[in-house]
């Protein structure tokens, strides 16, 4: 007899069916800063391996230490895993020639995508000489470097209006950048609107959303402060009292981070970028309940 629960077993199963043939995924990391953390950092890499992405990307900070970091790392993950590995560069405090010599050195060593970003510094009143679109303009001349830049669904917290914002995406892609990856957001609307906009204003790259599931809502708070991403009203209600329990957070976390995947891919979306934070539970969860 076909019971009511294989029913709705074959539901979720066709359901997951459907969306494990239309999108993928990749993940973001950062440098470990000692031993203990580099020991985590490789058992994150070796779990989300297991789900093939289509590339990690590993992050890196303004100074010259930091930058030395990503491009070991870099390096590493893509000799131990063979999977597409791409390294965040920015022009903060980095001459040209500093930039030209990196870049030279990534392609060198096989490693041929590059997150062009300009950066940010605590340095005040600090007088950025370079931007994005002249680290794209750069890394184009040296090689054909597949590039992703930065693409903000919300307003970039230096932004004047959306039209800036959209104008300085616009001379990012003419630039020869391949495709956008967003800042994180939690209101699909505000992606899909921006992704039209773009779309109006002849971007015609892949806009990849940028999604962070939610690991402490405390943090995710500061993180929103910092970039100017709007927490929707529903999610301060579904957590609030819930301070100290991690857990559950967590699991709420999947939730929304799952109902968002579902519907971004109905709505034509392919590819997800998860922002991990060097940890590997809830993404592998999500991926795994989504068939990846």
């Known amino acids: 007899m076909y019971t009511v629960s294989q029913y709705h077993q074959d539901m979720i199963y066709q359901r997951r069916d459907n969306i494990r043939h239309c999108i993928k995924c990749s993940f973001e990391l950062f440098p470990p800063k000692n031993s203990i953390a580099e020991e985590h950092f490789w058992h994150v890499v ?14 890196h900070g303004a100074n010259n230490g930091e930058r030395q970091k990503t491009y070991d790392f870099v390096k590493k993950i893509y000799k131990k895993t063979g999977i597409n590995t791409a390294a965040h560069l920015t022009c903060v405090n980095t001459s040209t020639k500093e930039l030209k010599k990196t870049a030279e050195e990534y392609w060198n060593n096989g490693i041929k995508s590059i997150i062009a970003l300009r950066g940010d510094t605590s340095e005040k009143n600090y007088k950025h000489h370079m931007y994005a679109v002249d680290l794209v303009n750069l890394l184009k001349k040296i090689e054909n470097f597949d590039i992703a830049v930065a693409a903000y669904p919300e307003l970039h917290p230096e932004s004047k209006n959306v039209q800036c914002d959209i ?11 391949n495709r956008a990856i967003t800042q994180f957001f939690f209101n699909v609307e505000h992606y899909l609107y921006f992704r039209d906009n773009c779309v109006k204003n002849k971007i015609h790259v892949e806009i990849i959303p940028g999604i962070l599931p939610v690991y402490s809502f405390n943090q995710l708070q500061r993180f929103s402060k910092m970039t100017n991403v709007t927490i929707p009203n529903w999610m301060f209600e579904i957590f609030y009292g819930l301070n100290s329990d991690l857990v559950t957070q967590q699991f709420i976390g999947c939730s929304i981070v799952l109902d968002m995947v579902k519907v971004l891919s109905r709505e034509g979306v392919k590819n997800f970028h998860f922002y991990t934070l060097n940890k590997s539970e809830i993404v592998y969860v999500v991926c795994h309940m989504l068939g990846l």
């Open 167 to 177: 104008m300085n995406l616009k001379k990012k892609i003419d630039a020869g950048a």
């Open 46 to 59: 070796e779990k989300l391996s297991k789900l093939k992405p289509t590339f990690f990307s590993v992050t």
